[in-house]
């Protein structure tokens, strides 16, 4: 039976393997053209195929030398890190920066799992005024400070 | 050699306005702030600060950038010093040592020592600029697209065999990155490709994303999924902080060599701050009278690698400013910012914009004059902000992250493709692939592909072309070279106890 000496090469197989298959499915309808006159397609195809050796050597690397572990991926800080970063793009526009800042803090602390809570009330408070203040009023940026703005 | 004086007075004119050493001061300040936090590097720290300096003036906004990177650069020694907590690779080797004379009560010394050294350094940095530009920018301009080509493959193999970690990865980082810097309307025939009906990736994929999320918000993560760690700092008092006379006459030599070595590797694709610190380390260790004494505090351990990791910073420009060429992943990260400010690196700048070319050397060393007057003095305030615990600091960099690519872009489709960004450069992460190399290949894609198609035009199809023109006849030529000592084992063995010695 053949079994993965290395996960961790076999992981990033999958990665290679995957990208160059993107890059050659959905590069299929760019014209290749020559080599004196390269198309569109010319150059994606040949970094894909490089990609895809790339992700084979790797397959061959992941049965026959010893290697690390992947290790397990911790789901919490992911979570509600990648939900925090979300709901401020999709809110911001609507209830302005100060709410939102307050909104991403509360998320961002939810990736621990010791959060003391009545510490992010005044964190929150305080990120949302202090972030208001630099890149609204002092910054200038372009986002609303307050819902309607 | 007159000729680089009043080229560097120009650059003074330039970047001594008031308005552009505030620029400086701020952004040494910035990247010192975020550079302390122990496990923010050098990459992270400018990628999650280069928002700010978007909407400056190109000039002002490389000037605030550089100063950045100064800082961030600089802060991560003096958190290797007090916490033993490196940021980054070049930090490392300042542990070394200089942890262990904080411990022995010499924290103001290493610091103090590792600060003008650094400053020494910064200085020879900025003339060897002004003085190997100009020839280098001249020689680049007998360049052709074959030989620009070749030079492009050279730097990114360079970069590639210098990186950490497994070497047939770092290839595929770069190539990957090179098909992702393709993404986007071809510029030859007008086609859109690999936009997925995105109408935000017709300009190609935004650069703010990719390394904010790749590299800022992966780091924010992975910090969190270690325990909080002990990050009791040494402490220092200012008036403990000067080293006495026996400190200096122990540290000047290394700071001279580390300077000689750090510039020279500098200058060299592929290397950078972190293999200077290394080879100066290695190399003080080597001529000591007592190598013995390394690792329990000797000064030579932080005077050198700290001097020549700061001249390499200083020194990895000169190929970015006058070849277009990002030799590390950092220089990738300014060239970015130079493309988002309207600029192409190359030796075009320096005639076409001697200003901004000029005014961006002499700023180099007026960010390193910032850096000693703002770290000696300000020291405390800095082993203060260590004390403020982690978990009140990640919301506030998370926030500052999301606003940066929310103000260049007021759309949730930005934010949507930095959480993609973010989640893509994690699962890198775990399957062992250092994701750093990735953006020079991104950059250089498009460039790479309009040098290969302009070489083939010239040649009607011929791929010798890349063989019959001498320049590039003998970049190539180095890539084989590089290419077989790399695959050597005797040289992979060193270079893997090279970096065993860091990590």
């Known amino acids: ?149 | 050699m007159m000729d680089a004086f009043t080229n560097l007075a120009t650059g003074f004119a330039a970047a001594g306005s008031l308005q552009n050493i505030g620029f400086a001061l701020i952004g040494c300040m910035l990247g010192t702030l975020i550079g302390v936090l122990p496990g923010i590097g050098p990459i992270p720290t400018i990628a999650m600060l280069l928002p700010l300096t978007f909407g400056l003036d190109p000039l002002s906004s490389l000037i605030m950038l550089a100063g950045i990177y100064y800082g961030a650069q600089y802060g991560g020694s003096t958190t290797s010093i007090l916490v033993n907590m490196p940021g980054e690779a070049s930090s490392v080797v300042t542990c070394m040592d200089g942890y262990q004379m904080a411990r022995q009560g010499r924290a103001g010394a290493a610091l103090a020592v590792a600060a003008l050294g650094s400053f020494f350094a910064g200085c020879v940095g900025t003339v060897f600029i002004a003085a190997f530009g100009p020839p280098l920018a001249g020689f680049a301009q007998q360049f052709n697209s074959p030989d620009y080509f070749s030079l492009m493959a050279l730097g990114l193999l360079m970069a590639v065999v210098m990186a950490q970690g497994s070497i047939v990865n770092a290839i595929g980082m770069v190539l990957a990155g090179l098909l992702f810097g393709l993404v986007g309307t071809d510029a030859n025939s007008g086609v859109a490709r690999y936009t997925f009906g995105v109408s935000e990736l017709w300009d190609g994929v935004d650069f703010l994303p990719m390394v904010i999320g790749m590299f800022g918000i992966v780091e924010i993560i992975r910090n969190l999924e270690e325990k909080e760690l002990d990050r009791t700092s040494i402490k220092t008092r200012f008036r403990d902080l000067w080293p006495s006379w026996s400190d200096f006459k122990e540290a000047w030599k290394p700071v001279i060599r580390g300077t000689g070595l750090g510039s020279i590797l500098g200058i060299l694709p592929g290397g950078g701050a972190v293999l200077a610190s290394f080879a100066s380390y290695t190399m003080e260790k080597k001529i000591a009278d007592d190598p013995s004494r390394f690792g329990k505090g000797a000064i030579e351990g932080v005077a050198g690698p700290e001097a020549a990791n700061n001249a390499a910073a200083q020194t990895s420009f000169i190929p970015l400013l006058t070849l277009g060429l990002p030799s590390n992943p950092i220089m990738a990260l300014m060239m970015g910012a130079m493309v988002i400010q309207g600029m192409q690196p190359g030796s075009a700048v320096m005639t076409s914009r001697p200003e901004l070319f000029w005014g961006m050397v002499a700023s180099m060393w007026i960010g390193n004059l910032m850096l000693v007057i703002i770290n000696l003095p300000m020291v405390g305030l800095w082993v203060k902000l260590l004390s403020v615990p982690y978990r009140l600091l990640y919301p506030a960099i998370l926030l500052f992250c999301v606003i940066g690519v929310y103000g260049l872009n007021s759309n949730w489709v930005m934010m949507a493709m930095t959480t993609v960004f973010a989640i893509f450069g994690y699962v890198l992460v775990r399957v062992g692939c250092e994701p750093a190399p990735m953006i020079l290949g991104f950059l250089l894609g498009p460039i790479m592909e309009e040098n290969l198609r302009r070489s083939l035009v010239l040649s009607r199809g011929d791929p010798m072309i890349f063989i019959q023109r001498p320049i590039s006849a003998t970049l190539l030529g180095l890539c084989v070279l590089l290419i077989l000592i790399t695959v050597l084992p005797s040289i992979r063995k060193s270079r893997d106890a090279a970096f065993a010695g860091g990590s």
């Open chain 1, 1 to 149: 039976m053949v079994r993965v000496k290395s996960p961790q090469n076999l992981g990033a197989a999958v990665i290679f393997i995957g990208l160059a298959l993107i890059g050659l499915i959905f590069g299929r309808d760019l014209a290749f053209g020559s080599t004196a006159k390269m198309g569109p397609g010319f150059f994606p195809t040949i970094l894909s195929l490089l990609v895809l050796g790339i992700g084979l050597l790797n397959v061959a690397m992941a049965f026959t030398i010893t290697g690390e572990p992947i290790e397990k991926p911790h789901w919490r800080p992911i979570t509600f890190i990648c939900a925090a970063m979300m709901v401020f793009g999709f809110a911001v526009h609507y209830i302005g920066l100060a709410f939102s800042a307050a909104l991403l803090t509360f998320l961002a602390a939810g990736a621990r799992k010791d959060t003391r809570w009545g510490e992010t009330v005044f964190l929150a408070l305080f990120l949302a005024i202090f972030s208001v203040l630099l890149f609204v009023y002092g910054l200038g940026q372009s986002m609303p400070a307050w819902w309607g703005a």
